[in-house]
């Protein structure tokens, strides 16, 4: 009897001595970037999809509020795409809104974990031709100091997870030869000519199921219609830029009120995960106390009878503090939600007006690079309609 509530009296001891650790520092990496001359018909152009938010199956109780996601979708796309353009490799990094986007290098992403503490992405990367650069899992996780900074030497939180990414996208760029990326470049322009005269040029790129697609002939340096493709693709990028220009505004707007949820959330998430490994504990040696006391009542001697008395108690105060520290759990999780509800109405998207036409694009980013594709269609159906046929001569 009395072995058996020493041992329950060491395991007690040993829970109440139980304590939760946070991460107090983050090292971030140095951002690479081409240590010689680049060639400029090297010069790769990059483009980051905004992000799945991953909110398929979101749970306010896990923490994933489909509002906040979605700002961070846009806005963890544009910190990646403003790394990508510090390392000064890529001929334009740029954020766009659908995957269908047409470029030497496409980045797409997923959000798996955000919650102010922690940052986990899924990052897949390809080129024109169809060979994977990456597609890992990259995550950091911060500590509140980073919450802390000045506006002098402000930058993410989650700075490290974007150059890690950016990093082994060079470090891939970097391991490909003159011809790989002369022939990405030439399969990506091939790729846009197609999509707006698939007819015009069919059987210009070889794309056998398994192997990297190539071009297997060139148009002629004088085509007109190639001309006219070079032309529709120089007004896509000025969308595009403009297009980066909302990016800008909108993660400018949502900055402010953004980092400060992530401070708030950071610090709700520590303490949530305190409180419930507190309440978990204390259930656990409240239940310990419960079984030593009922043993200690069990015993033939009257001191141990009444400290048995005292443990079952103390059992049954600790189990109550347990249970209220779990209702505390509950009151940090209300304050995440209600976190992101208020922070809903300051990251609407705003509507783009094109300087440059007097076409009104409405809806969603989404909608408005649709319908400027369709614009795009009909700008070179018109122009084309101009040109005498039979004049495309491909080149071996």
């Not at 269908?100 to 390809?126: F, P």
């Not at 402000?154 to 790989?180: E, M, T």
């Not at 990016?247 to 009120?257: A, E, I, K, V």
């Amino acid at each position: 009897m009395i072995n058996r509530l020493t041992t329950l009296l060491t395991l007690l001891a040993l829970l109440s001595g139980c304590v939760t650790e946070t991460v107090k520092t983050t090292a971030v990496p140095t951002l690479s970037t081409y240590e010689t001359s680049l060639p400029s018909d090297e010069v790769l152009d990059i483009a980051v999809v905004v992000f799945d938010p991953g909110i398929a199956e979101a749970d306010p109780a896990e923490g994933i509020y489909p509002e906040i996601r979605r700002a961070e979708a846009t806005f963890m796309a544009r910190e990646l795409a403003l790394v990508l353009d510090d390392q000064g490799v890529w001929g334009a990094s740029r954020v766009v809104p659908s995957p269908e986007h047409i470029t030497d290098v496409l980045v797409t992403g997923a959000i798996e974990q955000s919650d102010g503490e922690a940052l986990s992405l899924a990052i897949r990367a390809v080129d024109a031709q169809g060979r994977i650069w990456l597609d890992k899992q990259y995550a950091g996780t911060t500590s509140r100091y980073a919450y802390q900074q000045t506006q002098r030497v402000k930058k993410d939180p989650f700075l490290a997870v974007y150059r890690d990414i950016a990093n082994d996208l060079i470090a891939v760029f970097k391991s490909l030869a003159r011809s790989d990326r002369l022939a990405i470049r030439d399969v990506s322009k091939l790729k846009f000519a197609q999509s707006f005269a698939p007819e015009a040029f069919e059987g210009y790129l070889s794309d056998d199921e398994g192997a990297l697609t190539r071009a297997v002939r060139l148009p002629a340096e004088s085509d007109p219609m190639m001309a006219r493709i070079g032309a529709i693709q120089q007004r896509n990028h000025i969308f595009v830029d403009t297009l980066q220009g909302h990016y800008d505004n909108f993660s400018g707007s949502m900055d402010g009120p953004y980092n400060e949820w992530r401070r708030l959330s950071y610090e709700e998430t520590v303490a949530l995960r305190e409180l419930e490994n507190e309440a978990q504990t204390q259930l656990i040696m409240g239940g310990i106390s419960l079984l030593a006391g009922i043993a200690a009542a069990t015993s033939d001697d009257r001191n141990v009878r009444t400290a048995g008395a005292v443990g079952i108690y103390a059992g049954g105060g600790l189990i109550k503090s347990g249970l209220e520290r779990r209702a505390e759990a509950n009151i940090h999780s209300l304050a995440l939600e209600e976190l992101g509800q208020s922070l809903e109405a300051e990251i609407t998207p705003q509507v783009i007006e094109l300087e440059d036409r007097t076409i009104q694009l409405s809806g969603t980013i989404e909608d408005q690079y649709g319908q400027w594709r369709e614009i795009l269609s009909d700008i070179y159906a018109a122009e084309i309609a101009e040109l005498p046929t039979d004049i495309s001569q491909p080149s071996p």
